[in-house]
């Protein structure tokens, strides 16, 4: 079903999808054209699979995420917070994301996020009533108006806190 919701929204999203086929003719000029729809076509119903499965999330504990988003090298996160240093940890924009942030607030206690707003005021209010039910969440800073000038200053925070400062648009 979530392919299925994918390739929808592609075709009623024809504004994004215009955008997205702008991007990848940026990115790879010398791909031919129908190579860029394939490409474009795989990445909406991806996006539709994972709408499906942050859906289905929703009801899960963080527990439940984090044994379905193993984390590699997990004792290095450990070992950090043991020494009495933070962690910094930056994600990328690849894949489930979101599912990982989920899976390192199951694995660390007292996690700080710094994150741009969602362009979207309702998607915003959603995010916002989903990290609200977390509850060992400490706070999100959220920044608005593109990329923040400064980082956040973290090292002011207590040490034994860990930081996931997920800095990729959203």
């Known amino acids: 079903w979530g392919t299925r ?3 929808a929204a592609g075709s009623l999203l024809r504004r994004r999808d215009r955008l997205a086929m702008q991007n990848l003719r940026t990115a790879f000029p010398d ?3 129908a190579e860029l729809r394939r490409i474009l076509d795989e990445c909406w119903r991806h996006f539709g699979r994972e709408m499906l499965g942050y859906i289905r999330m929703q ?3 963080l527990a439940e995420i984090a044994e379905r988003c193993p984390i590699v090298n ?3 996160i450990d070992e950090g917070l043991q020494r009495g240093n933070g962690v910094v940890l930056v994600s990328a924009h690849w894949g489930g994301w979101e599912v990982a942030g989920l899976a390192v607030m199951a694995l660390v206690k007292k996690v700080h996020t710094v994150a741009r707003l969602l362009d979207n005021e309702y998607l915003e209010r959603d995010l ?5 039910r977390i509850g060992d969440f400490q706070h999100e800073i959220r920044l608005g108006g593109g990329q923040p000038r400064v980082l956040v200053p973290l090292g002011r925070e207590r040490p034994d806190r860990a930081a996931n400062a997920e800095m990729q648009d959203r």
């Open 5 to 7: 919701f994918g390739a």
């Open 31 to 33: 791909k031919e054209a």
């Open 59 to 61: 009801s899960m504990s």
């Open 74 to 76: 997990a004792h290095l």
């Open 128 to 132: 916002a009533r989903i990290l609200g």
